[in-house]
């Protein structure tokens, strides 16, 4: 397999350890730069087995090399237009609102909203804002050239919903392989492993949509 590793898009510490893995195991690989505006991969090789590792946008990006096996795990399903359609109301934030970043958003006395990218899930981590808060994050994000936020990136918009216990579940062939609470509401009880009840509502959702033949889904509980 050869690797094409995205360039740290994450500012994420631990990045180097994708290096130190494929070294190890003396794997072959190339680091490269995706710009936010790019609609292709610039990079060319020889060979067949590649797999490319980052952002959302080079997953898209590498679908367009045909001849890459796997060139990268991405089905397209990953889209709120699409598992919305499946899921229903069962989202917590089913009824959203998608347009440009640039885009004023309405807010009423002391409202908090839902906020989080659409298509480029990484560009900033989706989380509950204030009117202050929202209007001082996308005048810091747009005015600071070094980031991959543009007027144009797109965002989804929904009602600020209370969560009592979130979980993550990974999902592999239709069935639950692990799963994890990875944050607990300071009124919760604690819990080593997800509830029952969250196990079997997965499986039903997963028996309804299954987005992908690998993927991850996260269960709120808010009740």
Same mark, same amino acid.
């Given at each position: 397999m050869y690797f094409l590793i995205q360039s740290n898009v994450y500012s994420d510490p631990d990045h180097y350890k994708i290096f130190d893995a494929l070294e190890e195991l003396n794997i072959d690989y190339d680091v490269i730069n995706i710009l936010? $505006?790019?609609? %292709?991969?610039?990079? %060319? $090789?020889?060979? %067949?087995? @590649?797999? @490319?590792? #980052?952002s959302v946008r080079i997953a898209r990006l590498a679908k367009q090399n045909s001849d890459w096996f796997p060139g990268s795990f991405y089905g #397209?399903? +990953?889209?709120?237009?699409?598992?919305?359609?499946?899921? #229903?109301?069962?989202?917590?934030?089913? *009824? @959203? $609102? @998608? +347009? *440009?970043?640039s885009k004023e958003l309405m807010w009423e006395k002391d409202e908090e909203k839902f906020i989080k990218p659409y298509s480029e899930a990484k560009i900033f981590t989706g989380k509950v804002f204030t009117e202050?808060?929202? %209007?001082?994050?996308?005048?810091?994000?747009?005015e600071n050239q070094a980031n991959r936020i543009t007027a144009d990136s797109l965002i989804q918009v929904s009602e600020a919903k209370r969560t009592l216990k979130e979980a993550r579940l990974w999902i592999v062939g239709e069935q639950i392989v692990d799963s994890g609470y990875y944050r607990l509401n300071e009124n919760a009880l604690f819990e080593e492993n997800v509830?029952?009840? #969250?196990l079997d509502f997965a499986k039903e959702m997963i028996q309804l949509f299954n987005l992908a033949e690998a993927f991850v889904m996260e269960y709120l509980f808010n009740g």
């Open positions: 936010p $505006t790019a609609d %292709k991969i610039d990079f %060319k $090789t020889d060979r %067949k087995d @590649v797999f @490319v590792y #980052g #397209g399903n +990953h889209l709120y237009e699409v598992y919305s359609q499946q899921y #229903g109301e069962n989202l917590l934030n089913y *009824k @959203v $609102t @998608v +347009h *440009k970043i202050s808060e929202w %209007k001082d994050f996308i005048f810091e994000r747009l509830s029952q009840d #969250g």
